[in-house]
């Protein structure tokens, strides 16, 4: 529902002529503060094209994700394992509506495109890994407030402290319980 709000909000100030200031990578939704006029010494070309990057965002996120009108909560999947993807895709599919992607780097396209209600990370995937993920979506401001949660081999869970200090909002340990799963889902996004 928070990113329902959000866009909502960013619809209206962009409608009023107003500029969102979100020069901050601290970002949370609440302080967001809305000013008159030039921002940080922006000329009225580049708001108007910041204006225009919003809109679309938003525009692309109810084209590619039509399931969220249908109050179905999204998830979006970042796992290079195929296996994996299809195992928790099957679990989840029933109650959310589901977006994959295969590698961090179009993990965090999708998000950006889709802004999903939760996000399932692996952590250990090849050229960027979930620990490295989670950072990059805490730190952009159209998706630091989306939950996520890292999931990992027993091998890698000395990395289970650096992952919640960077801003994973959970840790799940491979293999799981699929009731735990849902519960620590259902405990992020109701």
């Not at 002529?17 to 302080?31: D, R, W």
């Not at 679309?56 to 290079?80: A, G, W």
Request: glycine share 4%; charged share 30%; net charge negative.
């Amino acid at each position: 529902m928070i990113s329902k709000t959000r866009h909502i909000i960013l619809i209206i100030i962009i409608l009023k002529g107003m500029t969102p200031n979100l020069f901050s990578q601290e970002l949370k939704f609440k302080s967001l503060t809305v000013e008159d006029g030039l921002s940080n010494g922006e000329n009225l070309a580049e708001q108007r094209i910041n204006q225009e990057i919003i809109v679309e965002n938003i525009q692309k996120n109810i084209e590619l994700n039509p399931e969220k009108n249908n109050d179905k909560k999204s998830i979006l999947i970042v796992d290079d394992s195929e296996d994996v993807r299809k195992y928790l895709k099957s679990l989840l599919i029933e109650n959310f509506s589901i977006s994959e992607a295969d590698d961090s780097k179009a993990g965090i396209k999708k998000a950006s495109e889709i802004l999903p209600d939760l996000i399932l990370s692996d952590v250990m995937m090849p050229s960027m890994d979930g620990i490295e993920f989670c950072s990059k979506i805490k730190s952009e401001w159209q998706t630091s407030d989306i939950p996520v949660i890292l999931l990992t081999a027993k091998a890698s869970i000395e990395s289970k402290p650096e992952g919640l200090e960077i801003g994973a909002d959970d840790y799940l340990t491979k293999p799981f319980d699929s009731r735990e799963l849902f519960t620590r889902i259902k405990n992020l996004i109701d």
